[in-house]
């Protein structure tokens, strides 16, 4: 069974710096390509960024209003998909999810964890 | 960026009922070299993640009700719930994933009158 754990969510400071984490088990990480979704308060769903496999390049993309804060890295060893936050605002309030790519739906969100929340508040 | 776009926001039926969700994309998501459309519909029940139950416009996931029935192509579709039950109330969301970034509708809201 595919389990996807969210974690290092919290309420933090405006410009502060933390880190997420995706604990993954149940499926082959290291041929995963992963992505990050989030959702403020209320409000719909937002593609975040993605990761794909190291045998796909291992490159990541972002939207554009997270590119050049947030940045997207995986540890094969660990099993675990990391979301480096930065230059916080209230405007990135929200649950973060992190999903996998389903390779034969085309890259669809197959499977998500329970997302972690990130209050961002002085 | 292709904008989706869902009608209507919210929607209330009896339970039986058929329930008909509208998706319109700015753009073709419609791929000519393997004749497929990036298209998937997601569930979100409140205090839950969201479930994709629904890609390439039309293949339901494994283990959704054939209740659920996704149709369209190009820049059109649709999700109808034929017969709609308790369990079904939620929030239903199309996204494409034909271009980066991926983008989601706003949301359709599905209540039980």
């Known amino acids: 069974e595919v389990q996807l754990v969210e974690s290092g969510g919290g309420l933090v400071k405006p410009g502060d710096s933390p880190r997420l984490s995706c604990a993954a088990s149940?499926?082959?990480?290291?041929?995963?390509?992963m992505s990050w979704v989030r959702q403020a308060p209320g409000k719909g769903l937002e593609w975040v960024g993605r990761i794909k496999s190291k045998t796909d390049g291992g490159t990541t993309d972002y939207a554009a209003p997270v590119k050049g804060r947030f940045t997207i890295s995986r540890d094969d060893s660990k099993n675990t998909l990391y979301l480096q936050l930065g230059y916080l605002t209230s405007e990135d309030t929200a649950i973060y999810y992190c999903?996998?790519?389903?390779?034969?739906?085309?890259?669809?969100?197959?499977?998500w964890g329970q997302g972690t929340p990130v209050t961002v508040s002085s | 960026d292709i904008v989706m776009t869902q009608s209507p926001d919210s929607l209330a039926l009896s339970l039986g009922e058929r329930a008909t969700i509208n998706c319109k994309s700015s753009q073709s998501v419609l791929y000519n070299i393997n004749n497929k459309n990036y298209l998937a519909w997601y569930q979100q029940k409140p205090g839950q993640p969201p479930k994709m139950i629904i890609y390439w416009a039309s293949t339901r996931e494994s283990g959704v009700p054939d209740r659920f029935r996704g149709g369209g192509s190009g820049t059109d579709f649709t999700l109808t719930i034929s017969s709609l039950q308790d369990e079904d109330v939620a929030v239903y969301y199309c996204q494409q994933y034909y271009t980066t970034p991926p983008t989601f509708g706003q949301g359709t809201k599905v209540e039980i009158k």
């Open positions: 999903t996998t790519d389903k390779a034969v739906a085309g890259r669809a969100f197959d499977n």
């Open positions: 149940g499926f082959i990480f290291s041929d995963a390509w």
